[in-house]
């Protein structure tokens, strides 16, 4: 079965400090991951997708496949990264993507 | 600007009626989706459309219809047979059988069903 679980539904941290969230899928073959983000009063938009290794605005997700995570990690938290973030899987079939519950990230000074 | 626009931005029914969430994009992409947002639950896969006249069923369609009639245009057909219609619905977009296209969301249309 296709599924994402996000085990935090709230992570709460101060400014400065490092931030993971949480990202386990269940996928047979090899998994197309994505994270993205919600900011208050704003779309919901991607912040980073597993296929391209990037950086962006600090964070940065590595597959692990024998652990199946695909965490969210940046070394120093910034006020303005709080925000609903998502982990997203693409479906077996190509087609859409599976999301997960969503953690919400508050960054406090 | 351009994007996908979602409309209305709030809407409210009666029980027992259908309704009808508007979803219209300009980004000339394929493929189309619908998700439903509760808190607590994520966003599930409604229903998604990658060519005009094609659309599949997602994780939780029962209680909703959709039509593809038109590229730019995927209206969502929340029935009264959707046992828990209230929820915040968001509608999406992205380049098809692209694997490194995102998904481009609208704003999305709260529903409150009385």
């Known amino acids: 079965a296709q599924r994402v679980t996000q085990p935090e539904k709230l992570l709460s941290v101060f400014k400065g400090a490092p931030v993971e969230l949480k990202c386990n899928y269940s996928?047979?073959?090899?998994?197309?991951l994505f994270w993205y983000v919600q900011y208050s009063r704003q779309r919901l938009q991607l912040l980073l997708r597993h296929i391209s290794r990037e950086s962006i605005k600090g964070f940065t997700a590595d597959l692990n496949k024998g652990e199946t995570s695909f965490h969210l990690k940046k070394p120093f938290a910034q006020e303005e990264d709080s925000a609903m973030y998502y982990c997203a899987l693409r479906n077996q079939a190509g087609t859409a993507l599976i999301f997960g519950k969503g953690t919400t990230l508050s960054v406090s000074s | 600007d351009g994007g996908i626009t979602q409309s209305p931005k709030y809407l409210f029914r009666k029980e027992g009626q259908n309704v009808t969430l508007s979803c219209e994009q300009n980004l000339n992409h394929d493929a189309m989706y619908w998700y439903r947002q509760d808190p607590g639950q994520g966003l599930r896969l409604i229903y998604y459309?990658?060519?005009?006249?094609?659309?599949q069923k997602g994780d939780i369609a029962e209680g909703y219809s959709v039509s593809r009639e038109k590229k730019e245009s995927f209206p969502l057909t929340v029935t009264s047979a959707q046992k828990n219609p209230t929820a915040f619905y968001l509608c999406?977009?992205?380049?098809?059988?692209?694997?490194?296209?995102?998904?481009?969301f609208g704003n999305g249309t709260r529903l409150t069903v009385t």
């Open positions: 459309s990658q060519i005009v006249n094609d659309f």
């Open positions: 996928y047979s073959g090899s998994p197309e």
């Open positions: 999406a977009s992205s380049v098809r059988q692209d694997y490194n296209s995102p998904l481009h």
